[in-house]
C-alpha cells in the first residue's frame, strides 16, 4: 500500500505517481491510500489502481487509525509505504497492530530552521517517533540523510533520489502554445512557478521579489500555477501591487511540461525541501533556475553552473536580483538550462529510481518473514 497525505499534485505526489506508473506488476500489486481527494486520486483511477480515500488534513488523526486498518486488512496488504510525515503518522498504529512493516519515505523533514523554536522541537521530536518505528526510512537525498543524522539520534536511512519520466520532460518534443493560450508575447521574458500555495513555498515573497524586479526589468511576467491556503493571500498582494498585467495565476494544470516549454525561467523559493521533483522537471526540459540554498535544492543545483541558488534569510531581495540578472542575459540562461538538462538526464530516471525502491521492498519482507 502507497500511503500520502493528499490527492492534489505535489512533489510526494507525483513520486508516488510516477513509481505506482513504473512498478513490475508480476511482483508487486499497488493499492493506494489518500488522506484527501485530488486530481492525483483521478489519475491514479485512471490508470486502474485501486485508490481510497480516508479524509483528515490533521497528523497523528487517532479517529481515523481504525479505517485505515481495515482498508490494510480488506486489501490483504503484505507492505505499506508511506509517502511523508502525516501520512506514516496515520498508518503507523494499523499497520503495527497487524504486524506488517513499515517503509518511511521523508519527502523533505516537517521542521526547519525558519520556524519557532517550540514548534521546531516538537517537529524533530514527531520525525524521531516516525523513523525509529518504521522499518526502514528512505530519504530522497543525502543532504536531507544528512540533517536528519544532525537532529535525530541513532538516523539511518536509504538514499534514493527522487526520478522522472525523461521520455515526458524531453524539451526535443513538440508542445503546445501556452504563451499563445494565455496571451503572452513571445518576447516577453516568462517567470513560472509550479508548486503548492502554502507558506514553505514562499509564493507571497516571490511576488514581492517579482514587484521588485519588474521595476528594474519591465519585459517579465510571472505565471504561478498551484493551488493552496496562501493562493487567496496571493491574489490580495497581486491587486495591492496593480500586478493583474504582469501576474497570472493558473490552477494545477495537467499539460506540466507545455507550460514548462513555454517558461525562460523556473524559480522555486522554499523554506525546505527533500529532493523537489518540479525544479528537476523544469531542469529536465533545459530551464534555467532559481531556488533556494536549502536541502535537497541544493544537492541537485550548482550556483553559477546548472542554475542559481538564493539565501532564505533575505530571500525577496536576492530573489529580486537573481530574476533581474537571468532576464536581461538570455547567455547565461541558455549555458544554466544546457547544465541543468545535462544533470537530470544523468542521474534522476523514475525507472532506475522505482527499480531501487523495489529492491527495497524485497529486503524489507524478507527481514519480516
Request: with cysteine.
Amino acid at each position: 500500500m502507497e500511503c500520502i497525505r493528499q490527492g492534489q499534485i505535489g512533489g510526494g505526489e507525483s513520486h508516488l505517481l510516477s513509481l505506482v506508473e513504473n512498478l513490475d506488476r508480476e511482483t508487486f500489486e499497488p493499492v493506494v491510500l489518500s488522506f484527501t481527494p485530488g486530481p492525483m486520486v483521478d489519475r491514479l483511477k485512471a490508470m486502474e489502481v485501486k485508490t481510497n480515500v480516508i479524509y483528515t488534513e490533521r497528523p497523528f488523526d487517532f479517529t481515523k487509525w481504525r479505517k485505515v486498518r481495515k482498508f490494510i486488512k480488506d486489501n490483504g496488504v503484505n507492505l505499506v509505504h508511506a509517502h511523508g510525515s502525516r501520512a506514516n503518522s496515520n498508518i503507523l498504529w494499523a499497520a503495527h497492530s497487524l504486524k506488517i512493516p513499515v517503509i518511511y519515505t521523508v519527502h523533505g523533514w516537517s521542521f526547519h530552521q525558519d520556524q519557532p523554536a517550540v514548534l521546531r522541537k516538537i517537529r524533530i521530536m514527531g520525525e524521531k517517533y516516525l523513523t525509529q518505528r518504521s522499518d526502514l526510512v528512505i530519504s530522497v537525498s543525502a543532504s536531507n540523510q544528512q540533517t536528519g543524522r544532525e537532529f535525530i539520534k541513532s538516523f539511518d536511512s536509504v538514499v534514493v533520489t527522487n526520478g522522472i519520466n525523461l521520455s515526458k520532460f524531453n524539451p526535443a518534443n513538440s508542445f503546445k502554445n501556452i504563451r499563445r493560450e494565455l496571451g503572452i508575447a513571445e518576447q516577453t521574458i516568462l517567470v513560472l512557478f509550479i508548486a503548492r500555495f502554502t507558506s514553505h513555498k514562499q509564493p507571497l515573497s516571490l511576488i514581492r521579489a517579482f514587484q521588485t524586479a519588474l521595476d528594474r526589468f519591465p519585459g517579465m511576467h510571472l505565471l504561478m500555477v498551484g493551488e493552496g491556503d496562501e493562493r487567496a493571500a496571493a491574489e490580495q498582494l497581486i491587486a495591492g501591487f496593480k500586478l493583474e498585467k504582469s501576474v497570472t495565476l493558473l490552477p494545477f494544470r495537467q499539460d506540466v511540461p507545455d507550460v514548462l516549454a513555454a517558461a525562460d525561467i523556473f524559480v522555486l523559493p522554499s523554506l525546505w525541501e527533500g529532493l523537489p521533483i518540479g525544479l528537476l522537471e523544469a531542469m529536465a526540459m533545459g530551464k534555467a533556475v532559481i531556488a533556494t540554498n536549502v536541502d535537497g535544492s541544493r544537492e541537485v543545483v550548482q550556483h553559477d553552473r546548472n542554475g542559481v541558488l538564493v539565501e532564505t534569510g533575505n530571500l525577496v531581495p536576492d530573489l529580486s536580483a537573481a530574476l533581474v540578472d537571468l532576464a536581461g542575459n538570455a547567455e547565461k540562461r541558455n549555458r544554466y538550462g544546457k547544465e541543468a538538462l545535462d544533470t537530470v538526464s544523468t542521474r534522476y530516471s523514475a525507472k532506475e529510481m522505482t527499480r531501487q525502491i523495489e529492491g527495497l521492498y524485497k529486503q524489507v519482507l524478507r527481514n519480516k518473514n
